[in-house]
């Protein structure tokens, strides 16, 4: 069965949309939204959106944080959304799924959350679109994502920009592009679960 190819999707749309249309692009962290800005700051203004309350743990959500503000300072890239630290809405959202293996239920749940946070924000601050950096990184399914954007675009009213940041060796440039910036790349999603799981 022939998968969608979002990157080739993305592209498609991205030639037709005028230069300058407003983007709220959800961020998991600077090192992935390195080569997600990349891609599409030649057609989007856009603004980074910093929510992830499956960061459980207070220093790590600061220090990821404080990465990604430093990239978008460094770079001039985007504008920067902050939404309130707020772990009780992750843990509300995987209540029953902690056992489940990474990459499971709990993942889609968590996807679900801050996808939808991230539609309902681009709806209230009057955002043509909105996408996120999730699709780069290789441990993370894209059509699933995209599925989940497609619903949250549908549930309030706002355009889902299709993606895969992973294709065209974006997962190796935004590797390149963390080295250049000496950003702080973590090496787990963030979730307590997932932690447990190395």
Known sequence: ?????YNRQMR???????RGERLLLHSCCGPCS???LEALCGTFAVTVLYYNPNIADPAEYRKRRSEQIRYLRETGAAD?????YDPPSFFAAAKGLEGEPEGGARCTECFRLRLDYTARRAKEEGFGWFATTLTVSPHKDAARIN????EAAARF???????DFKKENGYLRSIQLSRQYDLYRQNFCGCPFSRREE
């Open 12 to 18: 498609a749309a991205m030639e037709r949309i005028p």
């Open 34 to 36: 390195t080569r997600c």
């Open 157 to 163: 009213g706002v355009r889902w920009l299709p993606s």
């Open 80 to 84: 920067f959304l902050e939404a309130d």
């Open 1 to 5: 069965m022939n998968r969608p190819d």
């Open 147 to 150: 599925a989940l954007g497609e």
